[in-house]
């Protein structure tokens, strides 16, 4: 998804959530907190905006350096290309040395921006009490809630489902016996249209950091343990939780894969023995460079 679509999304979402308070033209402070969110809305657009300026800015300058060699010089340019593809389609923060400058102010300006309307929110919960309507104050906090998790770039904000697929063979991520309960293991599976314990979305947790999430049961990817066969399972999302924070790396010479890197043991997962059948165990294991049982395709259903 494109900044100027994420624009549009999170306009629409504050556009309805005024209804459920008061039309805006009876009610100043909710229309004031309309300009407010409309104006988040713009801010996280514009940093999404820059981020995408600096991907194509360092796209160029390395294709312009002459002293690289023409391997180097193509293999960091696909990178460049699929970085810049997880970043616009999943939300997936870039990890190319090149754009650390550009990240940080990225950073920086969804800060400003959230905090900027966390305040907007607050004054009109205020503003609602003074008026002893306590109900409406209360409505406007947990609205302040649900919206900053839910705009582009929060964590689980606008992030779309998507499908895993294995690159050792045609099967997808799916759950042991289709569970969604804490500790059912992620296995491999042959893709049944419509099954929601198939589909995953990646939730952005900050510094490049991301969630696995499963839709069906909102569950995410843990491997508590740091050893090779330790298994992927569904857990509760926690918060820093180094167990269930992952790094989405691309391969630069395989177009259109990733690998899952655990920060708690700073290893990948991938298909238990290499195998190509249903129900085959995604486990932790020591990096194999570009062994296709350890690296993954995105796959939008359909």
């Known amino acids: 998804m494109n900044a100027r679509l994420s624009l549009t999304a999170v306009a629409l979402f504050a556009a309805s959530a005024l209804v459920g308070l008061k039309a ?8 004031q907190l309309l300009k407010d969110k409309e104006a988040f809305a713009a801010a996280q657009g514009k940093a999404r905006e820059e981020v995408l300026k600096a991907f194509d800015k ?6 312009n350096n002459k002293a690289l ?8 340019l696909e990178k460049i290309e699929a970085e810049k593809k997880a970043f616009e389609e999943g939300n997936v923060l870039p990890t190319l040395p090149g754009l650390k400058v550009a ?31 306590v ?3 209360g409505a406007t906090l947990e609205e302040m809630r649900e919206f900053l998790a839910k705009a582009p770039g929060a964590a689980g904000g606008d992030v779309k489902a998507q499908i895993v697929a294995c690159g050792v063979s045609n099967k997808v991520w799916g759950v042991h016996n ?16 419509g099954d929601q314990t198939m589909l995953w979305r990646v939730v952005p947790a900050g510094d490049g950091w991301s969630y696995i999430e499963n839709v069906k049961s909102g569950l995410v990817i843990t491997c508590n343990g740091k050893g090779n066969g330790e298994d992927a399972v ?32 700073n290893k990948p997962i991938g298909v238990d023995g290499k195998s190509k059948n249903a129900g085959a165990r995604i486990r932790l294991w020591d990096d194999q460079g570009n062994e296709p049982a350890q690296y993954f395709g995105f796959v939008t259903p359909k």
């Open 58 to 63: 360092y796209y160029e300058t390395v294709k």
């Open 234 to 265: 569904l857990g509760k999302k926690q918060a820093g939780a180094d167990s269930q924070l992952w790094k989405v790396t691309p391969l630069p010479a395989v177009k259109d894969a990733v690998k899952f890197v655990c920060k708690l043991s």
């Open 24 to 31: 805006g033209d009876e009610d100043p402070i909710a229309a």
């Open 178 to 193: 289709g569970s969604a309960d804490v500790g059912a293991t992620v296995v491999t599976a042959d893709y049944v249209k």
């Open 135 to 137: 109900k409406l104050a």
């Open 103 to 133: 990240m940080s102010e990225y950073r920086a300006s969804q800060k400003r921006a959230e905090l900027a309307c966390k305040q907007a929110f607050e004054k009109a919960a205020k503003a609602y009490r003074d008026k002893g309507e």
């Open 69 to 76: 060699k023409i391997e180097s010089q193509l293999a960091q």
